[in-house]
């Protein structure tokens, strides 16, 4: 079809726009993926055939010779932990070793993507999913030292940062109300997380100005002026805390608060961006945690907060976490990135035609989806099946790390014991979107006063606003209103308020996602910046220059939540140990793995992959 020779067994076929995904992936060779607009993260041409495997059980005819040279080690995956263990490996097995990388998009990085633009001559570049190098102070020694290696100097962020720039602007962090939802559009500080203490004036007549009912006036300004023991007499401390785990904090302020619905609904989304459900969903005891407002007069004793951060949230490359990806890939295949420092990371440009040479010892292959990874009879390696082009390739090696979504590697993996596929599919990841809005100017954001907005109830976006403030390696963040920037927008699609826990939001989010076209995000984007800015001067016709949707059905890695799941899960007890079980010469690596959403854990996995097959 269109020019691609198809190596599909009879016996199951593909639907047309499966079979066109597959004409994608080679259309696309030519061009610089992070330019590319329109719908990113996981685009057309990236999913179609793994869904066809999953979803329908489709097979491919396999090459009856092998079609590649034998490798040391086959990395199925090029993120973060992808190449992660690509560099231990190479680092702990030798430089001589063969390693090849194959992932089923058009850029390495995984979710760690980058977004460029240009506008009136200017570049700007933007982060599509990984955002930031969080804590890196807390992480494992290997992790430290891989940042080291491949160049990264946290505490360079310290002057790349500014961190007095939306302060010396007198920018602060908005509430928009939606027509749709409170039957105005409605911009105001967001005091939802302030503690109100002498009756500040000021507080009560931004509360007063809201457009909601006069009884959730009365009750938010109550919740955020008091800080009473609602479970005081209770029960002992252990009972409290219990029924604080097993409490959503929704209902809590429900049922022990006592507030109206109103303001149940205000907080509700407040914590989609971070943990990727909402209040709904998460415990009143990850709410104290937290340190939400109901919860600060319960005095509990509980040994480990966890929610503290003990370094400032400031360790961000322009586009996120696609300068780590680039950092590594830089150490793997030097003639791919030019530079030597995080600095000039920031605005080079990667050779994409330099990636997968003959010549390289490690070799990244993009736009191949793997079908199979098994055994050789003998057991002394293993072949990779992959899809590349509409043609099935087969590769050997003497080692494999599966670094690529969790839940995939039972139906390629045909190996795994049975405890072990249910081990995987306990968890599922969190959908997420990440949108990139390149604007001409942000000049109603400066005369309205706001860096950013929260969206109570969104259509769409429940937040976005101006990027962190971070200037390196020649890349200069805007200065003045009248630069372009890119704006960063946040969705993530749940089914909130239904009884449904983590898990099952999650899945019903993802298809409520895949079910969204880019009009109909384009329409809500401009609807929700119009409703929000238009008091500002935003014209959406004139000042928005172009917008990118990285879609992530599968986002966030799960993590065990007080409120889903059973209190004795964490990251070093759950099923996540059983579903990563070494299966001979496969290692499974990501961060579903480590039941951990942050870079340390696709590090640490990484790490664990790579010992278990050097000990072969």
């Known amino acids: 079809m269109n020019g691609v020779a198809m190596s599909l067994t009879a016996s199951t076929a593909l639907s047309p726009f499966e079979l066109l995904a597959m004409n994608h992936q080679s259309s696309t060779k030519s061009l610089y993926p992070p330019e590319l607009l329109g719908m990113r993260g996981n685009h057309p041409g990236s999913f179609e055939i793994a869904h066809a495997l999953s979803r329908n059980g489709a097979r491919w005819a396999e090459p009856t010779n092998q079609t590649d040279p034998d490798y040391d080690l086959v990395v199925v995956g090029g993120g973060i932990s992808g190449l992660s263990a690509a560099y231990f490996y190479k680092q702990r097995h030798g430089e001589n070793?063969?390693?090849?990388?194959?992932?089923?998009?058009?850029?390495?990085?995984?979710?760690?993507?980058?977004?460029?633009?240009?506008?009136?001559?200017?570049?700007?570049?933007?982060?599509?999913?990984?955002?930031?190098?969080?804590?890196?102070?807390?992480?494992?020694?290997?992790?430290k030292k891989l940042l080291k290696d491949v160049g990264i100097h946290t505490e360079r962020f310290y002057d790349h940062f500014d961190g007095n720039y939306f302060k010396d602007r007198k920018l602060g962090?908005?509430?928009?109300?939606?027509?749709?939802?409170?039957?105005?559009?409605?911009?105001?500080?967001?005091?939802?997380?302030?503690?109100i203490k002498h009756n500040d004036q000021e507080i009560i007549n931004i509360i007063n100005a809201y457009p909601i009912a006069k009884d959730s006036k009365t009750a938010l300004f109550k919740l955020l002026s008091e800080t009473e023991n609602y479970l005081e007499g209770m029960g002992s401390q252990e009972d409290i805390i219990n029924l604080l785990r097993q409490t959503s904090y929704s209902d809590y302020l429900r049922q022990y608060v006592n507030v109206?619905?109103?303001?149940?609904?205000?907080?509700?989304?407040?914590?989609?961006?971070?943990?990727?459900?909402?209040?709904?969903?998460?415990?009143?005891?990850?709410?104290?945690?937290?340190?939400?407002?109901?919860?600060?007069?319960?005095?509990?004793?509980?040994?480990?907060?966890?929610?503290?951060?003990?370094?400032?949230?400031?360790?961000?490359?322009?586009?996120?976490?696609?300068?780590?990806?680039?950092?590594i890939v830089r150490k793997l295949i030097p003639s791919a990135i030019p530079g030597r420092t995080m600095e000039d990371l920031v605005k080079a440009r990667v050779d994409y035609s330099r990636l997968d040479l003959d010549s390289s010892m490690v070799r990244i292959r993009l736009n191949s989806s793997a079908i199979k990874v098994q055994h050789t009879p003998s057991e002394k390696a293993v072949d990779v099946t992959y899809i590349n082009d509409g043609r099935s390739y087969r590769v050997r090696s003497a080692n494999?790390?599966?670094?690529?979504?969790?839940?995939?590697?039972?139906?390629?993996?045909?190996?795994?014991?049975?405890?072990?596929?249910?081990?995987?599919?306990?968890?599922?990841?969190?959908?997420?979107?990440?949108?990139?809005?390149?604007?001409?100017?942000?000049?109603?954001?400066?005369?309205?006063?706001?860096?950013?907005?929260?969206?109570?109830?969104?259509?769409?976006?429940?937040?976005?606003?101006?990027?962190?403030?971070?200037?390196?390696?020649?890349?200069?963040?805007?200065?003045?209103?009248?630069?372009?920037?890119?704006?960063?927008?946040?969705?993530?699609?749940?089914?909130?308020?239904?009884?449904?826990?983590?898990?099952?939001?999650?899945?019903?989010?993802?298809?409520?996602?895949?079910?969204?076209?880019?009009?109909?995000?384009?329409?809500?984007?401009?609807?929700?910046?119009?409703?929000?800015?238009?008091?500002?001067?935003?014209?959406?016709?004139?000042?928005?220059?172009?917008?990118?949707?990285?879609?992530?059905?599968?986002?966030?890695?799960?993590?065990?939540?007080?409120?889903?799941?059973p209190v004795e899960f964490n990251e070093n007890n759950g099923p996540h140990i059983a579903g990563r079980a070494q299966m001979g010469r496969i290692s499974i690596a990501n961060s579903d793995a480590s039941a951990s959403a942050y870079l340390t854990g696709a590090i640490d996995a990484a790490d664990r992959a790579v010992n278990e097959q050097l000990i072969l």
């Open 173 to 195: 962090r908005g509430l928009y109300f939606s027509r749709d939802q409170y039957g105005k559009d409605f911009v105001s500080d967001n005091i939802l997380g302030k503690e």
């Open 400 to 565: 494999v790390i599966m670094a690529c979504y969790n839940n995939i590697i039972p139906d390629i993996c045909p190996e795994m014991p049975q405890i072990q596929k249910e081990a995987i599919s306990y968890a599922t990841k969190m959908p997420l979107v990440y949108i990139s809005i390149a604007v001409r100017n942000w000049n109603a954001f400066s005369n309205l006063g706001y860096r950013s907005f929260y969206i109570p109830q969104p259509s769409l976006m429940h937040s976005f606003g101006l990027d962190f403030p971070v200037s390196m390696g020649g890349y200069n963040f805007t200065q003045n209103p009248d630069q372009p920037t890119v704006i960063h927008g946040t969705h993530v699609p749940l089914d909130p308020d239904k009884g449904l826990n983590a898990r099952e939001q999650c899945i019903a989010g993802r298809t409520k996602l895949y079910e969204m076209s880019f009009d109909y995000f384009e329409n809500k984007i401009v609807s929700q910046m119009t409703g929000a800015l238009g008091d500002g001067g935003f014209d959406a016709e004139r000042d928005i220059s172009a917008i990118t949707v990285n879609r992530w059905p599968h986002g966030y890695a799960y993590e065990y939540l007080d409120y889903s799941d």
């Open 260 to 327: 109206p619905e109103e303001v149940v609904l205000l907080y509700r989304d407040m914590s989609r961006g971070l943990w990727g459900i909402g209040w709904d969903a998460l415990s009143a005891l990850d709410a104290y945690k937290s340190q939400m407002p109901g919860t600060l007069g319960l005095d509990l004793k509980i040994a480990e907060q966890n929610y503290d951060r003990d370094e400032p949230y400031i360790f961000h490359f322009p586009d996120g976490n696609a300068g780590f990806a680039r950092s």
């Open 97 to 143: 070793s063969r390693i090849l990388i194959i992932d089923n998009h058009d850029d390495f990085g995984g979710h760690a993507k980058r977004n460029e633009f240009t506008v009136n001559g200017k570049q700007l570049i933007g982060y599509g999913g990984s955002q930031s190098i969080a804590d890196p102070n807390s992480w494992s020694s290997v992790g």
